[in-house]
C-alpha cells in the first residue's frame, strides 16, 4: 500500500510563503505524474498544480507566478512553494501520485491558513 504524507501547513499571514512536502512511501519514479490539489470549505476540491515524470508542470490560473511544484526523485517527495499568499489561498492541500495504470493515491491533506 502506497503512503503520501504531507507537511508544511500553517498559519500565514497574507503575502506570506510555505512550502509543502509530500513525502511518498515509495520510489515516485512509478507515478508518472503527481498533483497537488486543494479544496476550502464549502468548495470542491480543484487542481492546484502538477508535475510529470518528465518534470512538465502545469498551474491553476489562480496560482501562476506564486506557487512552484517540484519533485525530488532521490528523497522521494514532491514540493510546492506557495509565495505571496492571499487569504483565498485558504484550504486543505492534497498531494496525490498517479501511476501508468491509473491508480490513484491520496494523501491526508494539510491545512493551509492565510489570515492576518
Known amino acids: 500500500q502506497v503512503q503520501l504524507v504531507e507537511s508544511g501547513g500553517g498559519l500565514v499571514q497574507p503575502g506570506g510563503s510555505l512550502r509543502l512536502s509530500c513525502a511518498a512511501s515509495?520510489?515516485?519514479?512509478?507515478?508518472?505524474?503527481m498533483g497537488w490539489y486543494r479544496q476550502a470549505p464549502g468548495k470542491q476540491r480543484e487542481l492546484v498544480a502538477s508535475?510529470?515524470?518528465?518534470?512538465?508542470?502545469m498551474y491553476a490560473d489562480s496560482v501562476k507566478g506564486r506557487f512552484t511544484i517540484s519533485r525530488d526523485n532521490a528523497a522521494n517527495t514532491m514540493y510546492l512553494q506557495m509565495n505571496t499568499l492571499k487569504p483565498e489561498d485558504t484550504a486543505v492541500y492534497y498531494c496525490k501520485g498517479r501511476t501508468l495504470n491509473w491508480e490513484d493515491y491520496w494523501g491526508q491533506g494539510t491545512q493551509v491558513t492565510v489570515s492576518s
Open positions: 515509495r520510489n515516485i519514479r512509478s507515478f508518472y505524474s
Open positions: 508535475i510529470t515524470s518528465g518534470s512538465s508542470t
